[in-house]
Every structure is written in C-alpha cells, then in structure tokens.
C-alpha cells in the first residue's frame, strides 16, 4: 500500500510562488513514476508534470517553464515549484502515484491564486 499527502497549496497572489509536497508512504519501493495532476473549476483534471522513478521529468505544454517537478533523494517526497503564478492556475492540486501500474491518488490540495 501507498499513500501519499499533499501539502503546500493556499493562497497567492498573481506574479508569486508556491511549492507543493507530495509526502509518500508505505511500499515506496513499488512505486514507478510520480506525477502532480490539476482539476480546475470548470475544467477536467489534467497531467502538469510527471517524474520517474529514474528521476526523468515530463511537462504538459502549458506549464511553459514555470513548473518545476522534482523529488528528494530517499524519493519519499515530490515537489511541484510554480512560478509566475496566474489565476488560471487555480485549481485543486493532485499527486499521483503509479504503483506497478495502479493509481494511488492523494486527497488534493487547493491552490488559489488572487489577481
């Protein structure tokens, strides 16, 4: 079993930055790649960035250089840095979980970005 907690979002203004947290637990070792999905109001959720477990990143075209995916060494917690936060980036913010090729999804964490 794997869990994972979000942790980090809240309220910005427009122009600021944010790093969110993707705290993992239980049978890490299982894990094949991560990634931070988005759902904003209106819209359907969408990928925003994916890590491997060889440390290899991938972004949606949108993201155009603000988003930043990483992770720490023990690989037990991922990051999303956003830059240049915009009020489109509103959303509730997703870590994902490929486990041997189950989804395991965290609860979200709400990102608001005021203009």
């Known amino acids: 079993q794997v869990q994972l907690v979000e942790s980090g979002g809240g309220l910005v203004q427009a122009g600021g930055s944010l790093r969110l947290s993707c705290a993992a637990s239980g049978s890490i070792g299982s894990i094949n790649a991560m990634a931070w999905y988005r759902h904003a109001p209106g819209k359907q959720r969408e990928l925003v960035a994916v890590i491997s477990s060889g440390g290899g990143t991938k972004y949606e075209d949108f993201v155009k250089g603000r988003f930043t995916i990483s992770r720490d060494d023990a690989k037990t917690t991922v990051y999303l840095q956003i830059n240049s936060l915009k009020p489109e980036d509103t959303a509730v913010y997703y870590c994902?979980?490929?486990?041997?090729?189950?989804?395991?999804w965290g609860k979200g964490i709400l990102v608001t970005v005021s203009s």
């Open positions: 994902h979980a490929d486990v041997l090729g189950r989804d395991v």
